[in-house]
């Protein structure tokens, strides 16, 4: 077997970043799609903002993100890795997850194609469904085409089926604060908070604590209690912490 000083070696920089409502990686839904409501912009960085290379994209609705996940520490490789979906206890093979601890820290995701824009001449996008941190590097673009890329009789593993979602409650004191959200945002923060995003190994375990979600420059603080997410109080953040799209 080669070793790797032997092999060749290859370099990528990015393209783009991604900003996104979401501040850090906890509460990140854990694959694309489940929170259809959140809106993120791509930006792109010269000479890949040329309006150009996106002529045709407008024709689809759906776009494969390749990014990196540069919030996952580099370590020495490892052949298994713990999934959230399996209540991060059991072990699978790095290749049979979508774990950002992987060798080349390559991520994908399909998003849907929601404008493709231009602001001073360079092109942006806005997408819908997307599952990145903010500022993640985008590092290409390519088309969703449903007659390859659409297989209704694949097998999905131990991930064969959606998660389970749970039922978000937000308290009568906490109706009002919600209005520094508008109406596609208060959704997103709904589904987002439907996924249970507290670490998997508490499983359905209800253990009194409150947690907080960083979104579009507010913290969410939340508890579980039974099937239920309970949205205690919405807290706006610092200047030197908040973000707005």
Same mark, same amino acid.
């Given at each position: 077997?080669?070793?790797?000083?032997?092999? +060749? &070696?290859?370099? #990528?920089?990015?393209?783009?970043?991604?900003?996104?409502?979401?501040?850090?990686?906890?509460?990140?839904?854990?694959?694309? !799609?489940?929170?259809?409501?959140?809106?993120?912009?791509?930006?792109?960085?010269? +000479?890949?903002?040329?309006?150009? *290379?996106?002529?045709?994209?407008?024709?689809?609705?759906?776009?494969?993100?390749?990014?990196?996940?540069?919030?996952?520490?580099?370590?020495?490789?490892? *052949?298994?890795?713990? +999934?959230?979906?399996?209540?991060?206890?059991?072990?699978?093979?790095?290749?049979? $997850?979508? $774990?950002?601890?992987?060798?080349? /820290?390559? !991520?994908? $995701?399909?998003?849907? #194609?929601?404008?493709?824009?231009?602001?001073?001449?360079?092109?942006?996008?806005?997408?819908?469904?997307?599952?990145?941190?903010?500022?993640?590097?985008?590092?290409?673009?390519?088309?969703?085409?449903?007659?390859?890329?659409?297989?209704?009789?694949?097998? !999905?593993? %131990?991930?064969?089926?959606?998660?389970?979602?749970?039922?978000?409650?937000?308290?009568?004191?906490?109706?009002? #604060?919600?209005?520094?959200?508008?109406?596609?945002? /208060? &959704?997103?923060?709904?589904?987002?908070?439907? &996924?249970?995003?507290?670490?998997?190994?508490?499983?359905?375990?209800?253990?009194?604590?409150?947690?907080?979600?960083?979104?579009?420059?507010?913290?969410? *603080? %939340?508890?579980?209690?039974?099937?239920?997410?309970?949205?205690?109080?919405?807290?706006?953040?610092?200047?030197?912490?908040?973000?707005? #799209?």
């Amino acid at each position: 077997m080669s070793e790797i000083k032997d092999i +060749p &070696q290859f370099s #990528l920089h990015p393209i783009g970043f991604i900003h996104s409502p979401y501040l850090q990686k906890f509460a990140v839904p854990r694959q694309p !799609g489940l929170a259809p409501s959140v809106v993120s912009k791509i930006t792109f960085i010269p +000479p890949y903002c040329d309006p150009e *290379a996106f002529k045709g994209l407008q024709g689809f609705s759906h776009i494969h993100l390749l990014f990196i996940f540069d919030k996952a520490p580099y370590s020495d490789f490892k *052949a298994t890795v713990r +999934p959230p979906r399996l209540g991060g206890n059991k072990r699978v093979g790095v290749f049979a $997850s979508r $774990s950002p601890f992987r060798p080349s /820290r390559i !991520g994908l $995701s399909v998003v849907k #194609l929601e404008k493709v824009g231009e602001e001073n001449g360079r092109a942006y996008l806005e997408v819908s469904g997307a599952d990145l941190v903010d500022g993640t590097p985008i590092i290409d673009i390519k088309p969703y085409i449903p007659f390859v890329d659409a297989h209704p009789e694949a097998k !999905g593993g %131990f991930a064969d089926k959606p998660p389970s979602v749970k039922e978000v409650v937000f308290l009568p004191e906490v109706l009002d #604060l919600l209005n520094v959200f508008t109406l596609k945002e /208060r &959704q997103a923060v709904t589904e987002i908070l439907a &996924q249970d995003p507290r670490p998997a190994y508490k499983g359905k375990k209800e253990d009194g604590k409150i947690y907080k979600v960083a979104f579009n420059g507010y913290d969410i *603080a %939340f508890k579980a209690e039974g099937n239920k997410i309970i949205v205690c109080d919405v807290i706006k953040l610092s200047n030197k912490n908040a973000k707005s #799209l």
